[in-house]
């Protein structure tokens, strides 16, 4: 009697098994590579149609787009469920190294050839006890200032090249009756990031790289005179009479994608914004580059450097398929074709990459100007993406963000607390 | 325990009554040996055998290249089917046992790996975060107490712990009180008490993270010349004819502001299960209370409340727990650090998976660990009180 209903598991356990052998039929013969990243699924998809018309292989390949990209990349890491991640930060490389990615030297890679194409800035931050992990895949140029063209244009005022000219134009404007500055530094849980940027790339005009990469490495407490001189710059543009949009204090309310609106209004709501060039993204619609909007490099005050940021491919796994990819997807037709996509703001990281690849021409534009200054060696990585997270992704921007509800007075004191927060 | 009658209606009782001691019947002491054995191999067999068998169909399902559907499906089949059959060929085993052995191991066949699994599952990562929050940042090492030094010292610890007070006594307090109110009051309509009573409930239906979303709607902000605001708040205020407030950013009242969500989803619980209360209580009571003159003031003070107690105590303590372990509101809501709206459990989440601090972030959970320790004493002792009382 009991068993009559247990004649019945069989038959459902065998269905199942049809039913998934059917869905099957679409398996390939070479096996298939995927890649774990942080991206949002448009791009990913977008990604993907590059790869599948341009990837020359016996395999597939997939970028896998994970809203949670942390949790997952450490849950798929230690689970040996990962082939290749695209890794946003140099420090989370080298935990990559700690925790199984195999180097670029075990892959069979020959380093001086890559240290040719990409250059020394980059292929250091992949570099771990002589080792390296991960490929640059992907780059992003962050010393930028946006300014509404026509109306710039029309109202007389030229692109600085200095930072005298930059305070100079910025009086120009406030006695013109306009607002010079556009700035919003809330980005929910990561409110006071583009503060950071703020510092490095003033940091990186007074101090120089050197300095910079001291800092980076706490080889210079976080609190050195010369990060105080740049906090006192940034306070310079931040708490300028009549300078900021809005006020300073109010910055850290205001969402970092809704700030630079105010310069497209009819009548220019501020004439400069600073910030990485991926934010055209965020611009009107109908705004057109080199009419509504245009760009130039963030001056140069004591020398002229770079930031920038960018994202590393990290194997874990020592297949001919992943290799074959990692080679491919750094290589100049796939990054060549991945501009192509529109609303794209990955700049690639190789040098043979045109400007003309680029659908957008202002990302165009920042290619060219960021890979010439990858290449002289002038450009440094986000420093806040380097620094230990307690300090990277947590001291370092509420410590900003207390500076300019704080006002001038406050710059010691916060870098002295964010000093007091660095792990030793 | 011996009680003829009570042994008769629940043999799974006698069962327990004999293995517990001498009072039952009591087999020789060998038995009591091999009985003791024998549970403890039931106890341990099932898991190891389901733990076996899972691993390596596992090992075998990540190896194969084949469909994704088809290892789902084979991993269903055999995750379900397999512990089913388990556990039915456990309790066959148990069948041919001697007799007298056989109604002592039989519960622990199917209770003991609940057990066995709620050990390796809940007990040994208390322990395990214990001795991580002794660790260092990958948890290894030993730094003494560190950690702990750091949890009652650092200021943003500190304010955490701070709000987090403030979030365990205000947000049950308001939320029982009101949903109080609502059931007393809800409970006197003549019409419309589903749909007065629904509505108070919906937020309810709503995860924290989406009611987040949803009141940052509410409190957003723009400053003037960034556009207008669309913020119902502002909204409001503004049409008082003030300036726009960046609400989330005015500190310390930008805590209650977060409070204010967690309390507009909890009201509705409290009320649907304090109304259930009040109706509860017998007409006739409340009716003798009216005719001896009471005021409807008194009536509430003195029979309804009184009456309900005990479902008070219940409601405030699981909103008790919620506060304390609130973190996805705050998360949303934007940087707990720059605003001063840290809370312990959005600490612990920040240190162990942002900063990857483990013993940091071990030693937070420590301390909210023991933190809930006296609620749930509380609460399992007044269970206790009121099962006496039955």
Known sequence: MRFRRWTALPIVVALLVAVGAACGDDDDDGGSVTVLSAMEPEEAQALNDVLEENLDADYTAEIEASGNFEEQLQIRSEGGDLDLAMLPQPGAVADAAESGAVSLEDLGFDIDELRDTFGDVLMDLVEVDGQHYGLPSNVNLKSMIWYP????????????????????LSDQIVEDGG???????????????????????????????????????????????????????FGEIMFGDGYVLGGAEQTPSIAFGDAPAPMFEEEPGCWLHRQANFINAFFPEDAEPNVDYDWFPFPAIDEQNTLFGGEFLVAYRDTPEIRDFMEQFTDVEIQC????????????????????????????????YLTEQLQAGTARFDASDQMPPEVGSGSFWSGMMDYVRGGPDSL??????????WPS | MTDPVDQLSAP?????AEGEGPAGPSPAGRDVAVLSVLRVVAMVVIPVAAFAGLWWVFDFLRDADANRLVLVAVAIAVGVVGVFLLFWGMNAVVDRLPARYREGVRPYVFVGPALVMLAVFLVYPVINTVIVSFGDRHGDGFVGLDNYEFVFTDESMLRSLRNTAGWVILVPLVAVSVGLVFATLADRLRRGEAVAKSVIFLPMAI???????????????????????????????????NDPVPWLDKQPWNNLLL????VWMQTGFAMVVLSAAIKAIPDEIIEAARIDGASEFQVFRQIIVPSIRPTIVVVATYMIINAMKVFDIVFVMGNAETNGTEVVAERMIRWFFISNHDGRGAAIAVVLFLA???????????????????
């Open chain 2, 259 to 262: 409070m204010v969500i967690m």
């Open chain 2, 207 to 241: 995860s924290f993270v989406g009611a987040a979303v949803v009141w940052r709607l509410i409190y957003s902000f723009r400053p003037a010349g960034f556009g207008t605001n669309i913020g119902l708040l502002n909204g409001i205020w503004m049409g008082l004819g």
């Open chain 1, 337 to 368: 074709a991945q501009g192509g996509i529109q609303g794209t703001s990955r700049i690639s990281p190789h040098p043979d990459v045109e400007s003309d690849c680029y659908a957008n021409e202002i990302l165009g534009e920042a290619s060219e």
């Open chain 2, 12 to 16: 799974a009782e006698q069962s327990t």
């Open chain 1, 179 to 233: 607002t010079p500055w556009c700035v919003g530094f809330e980005a929910e849980g990561a409110t006071g990031w583009p503060a950071t940027d703020w510092l490095e790339d003033i940091m990186l005009r007074t101090a120089g790289v050197d300095t910079y990469d001291q800092w980076v490495a706490h080889e210079i407490p976080f609190n050195d005179e010369a990060v105080v001189a740049a906090g006192e710059r």
């Open chain 1, 412 to 421: 010691q004191g916060v870098l002295d607390e964010i000093e007091s927060s």
């Open chain 1, 149 to 168: 063209a026509d109306d710039f244009e029309e109202a007389g005022y030229e692109v600085p090249e200095t930072w005298d000219d930059l305070i100079a």
């Open chain 2, 372 to 390: 809930v320790i006296p609620v749930m004493v509380w609460n399992v002792r007044r269970f206790r009180e009121q099962e006496a009382v039955r």
